[in-house]
C-alpha cells in the first residue's frame, strides 16, 4: 500500500544534542496516528522535518512518495504548537489568509468548520481564550484538503469542554483518503480515536502499534502503556 | 447510544457487546437499520476505523447485514438473535463459574449456592 509519510533513517540534532536518533517510520492512509512522548522527547521536531520546516541531519523524508519539498508542501497541513495568526487579524481575516495562501483550502468545510465550533466570523484573534484559539487553529488546519495533517499538541492547555470539542472536530472533518498525527503527552483523553500509536522517546521511536493491538495483547490501556514506558 | 469504555479492552469487542446486548433486550430489533460508521464515531468520540472494524466483525457472525446502497440492518432471522443470548449467557457463566472455582468451590457446592440465591431474590421480590 502506498504510505502517506515515510521516514527512513532520520536524525536531528540542536547544538550537539540529538532529537531524533535514525528515526524510520511508515504512515498509511486512512490511519489517525498518536505521537506519544513527554516534553523534549522529539515530537515537534519530526512533525516540522515532516513538513519541510526544518531539515534533517541525515536520512530521508517522503510524503505520497515524493522527498519534503514544494510539492509535498502543498499536500501536507501543519498546526504547530504557537498560533500562527497575527493579533490584529479578525478570524475572518485569518481564513482570508489561509485561502490566499494555500490552493487546497477548502472555504465551504471552513465555513462548516466555524458553526460546529462556535466561532464569530468577526471575533477579534487577540481576544480568544485558549480553547476558543486551538479551535481556530485547528480549523484552518483541517479546512485544507491535504493528504497528510500533522496536529503538534492540539489539545495541550485546554480545558476538558474544549478538549472534546476538538476530538469531535478531528473525527468529524479528517478524510479517510488522507492521514492525521496527533502529537500530545494526554493519552488518555484521546487515545480512542487513534488508529496506532508512536512513542518517542529521547528521539527514538520505542513502540509503534495499533492501539488494540496494545489492548488485546496486554489487557492494558495506551495511558497505562505509556506511563510504563516513559514512567521514571 | 451511550457506553462507558473501559480502555483496557478493545474498544471494538466492548461497541459488539455493546450493540449485541441492544439487540438481545429488544432495543434493536430483527431488521432495523443500524447507524452508519460516521454518525456512531461521532457520537461514542471514537475512531470511524474502530468502528468499520466492529461493523466488519458483526457481519462475519452474521448478526448484521449491509443492503447494497441501503446500509447495514440488523439480521432479520430471530433464530441468530438466539444464538447471541446462548452465547453471551454463555460466557457469562463460564466467567462465574471459574471464578467460583478459583474460590475453591466444588462443582455441587456452586449448585447449590446458585439455587439458594435465585430463591432468596424471588422472596425477596414477594
Keep these: 500500500m502506498e504510505s502517506v509519510l515515510q521516514l527512513a533513517d532520520v536524525s536531528k540534532s540542536y547544538s550537539g544534542k540529538l532529537a531524533l536518533k535514525q528515526v524510520s517510520l511508515t504512515i498509511k492512509p486512512g490511519k489517525i496516528i498518536g505521537l506519544l512522548g513527554s516534553n523534549g522527547s522529539g515530537k515537534s521536531t519530526l512533525m516540522k522535518i515532516a513538513t519541510g520546516l526544518i531539515q534533517p541531519a541525515s536520512g530521508t523524508v517522503k510524503v505520497g512518495g515524493v522527498p519534503v519539498g514544494i510539492e509535498t508542501r502543498a499536500v501536507t497541513s501543519f498546526m504547530p504548537d504557537q498560533p500562527l495568526s497575527e493579533p490584529w487579524m479578525r478570524v475572518e481575516d485569518a481564513i482570508d489568509f489561509y485561502r490566499d495562501f494555500y490552493a487546497d483550502f477548502d472555504s465551504a468545510k471552513a465555513d462548516e468548520m466555524l458553526a460546529f465550533m462556535k466561532l464569530g466570523k468577526k471575533d477579534r484573534v487577540s481576544s480568544l481564550s485558549k480553547g476558543m484559539s486551538e479551535r481556530l487553529q485547528l480549523t484552518l488546519t483541517l479546512s485544507r484538503n491535504a493528504k497528510l495533517y500533522l496536529l503538534d499538541e492540539p489539545i495541550g492547555g485546554v480545558d476538558p469542554v474544549a478538549r472534546a470539542k476538538i476530538l469531535d472536530a478531528i473525527v468529524n472533518y479528517y478524510s479517510e483518503e488522507s492521514s492525521l498525527m496527533v502529537s500530545t503527552h494526554l493519552v488518555r483523553d484521546i487515545e480512542r480515536i487513534f488508529d496506532e500509536v508512536v512513542f518517542l522517546k529521547e528521539g527514538e521511536i520505542v513502540l509503534h502499534d495499533e492501539v488494540e493491538n496494545i489492548r488485546l495483547a496486554h489487557g492494558k490501556s495506551v495511558d497505562e502503556m505509556f506511563k510504563e514506558v516513559f514512567g521514571e | ?126
Design chain 2, 1 to 126: 447510544m451511550s457506553i462507558e469504555f473501559d480502555n483496557n479492552l478493545p474498544i471494538y469487542l466492548q461497541i459488539m457487546n455493546y450493540i449485541k446486548k441492544e439487540i438481545i433486550i429488544g432495543n434493536l430489533k430483527a431488521g432495523d437499520k443500524i447507524p452508519a460508521v460516521r454518525e456512531l464515531a461521532l457520537e461514542l468520540q471514537i475512531n470511524p476505523n474502530t468502528i468499520q472494524r466492529t461493523f466488519q466483525e458483526l457481519e462475519r457472525e452474521q448478526i448484521v447485514e449491509t443492503r447494497r446502497g441501503l446500509g447495514r440492518y440488523v439480521t432479520s432471522e430471530e433464530s441468530k438473535i438466539m444464538d447471541i443470548k446462548k452465547e453471551m449467557a454463555g460466557e457469562l457463566l463460564g466467567r462465574f463459574i471459574q471464578g467460583m472455582q478459583e474460590l475453591g468451590y466444588k462443582e455441587k457446592d456452586i449448585i447449590t449456592i446458585v439455587s439458594d440465591a435465585v430463591q432468596e431474590k424471588d422472596k425477596a421480590k414477594g
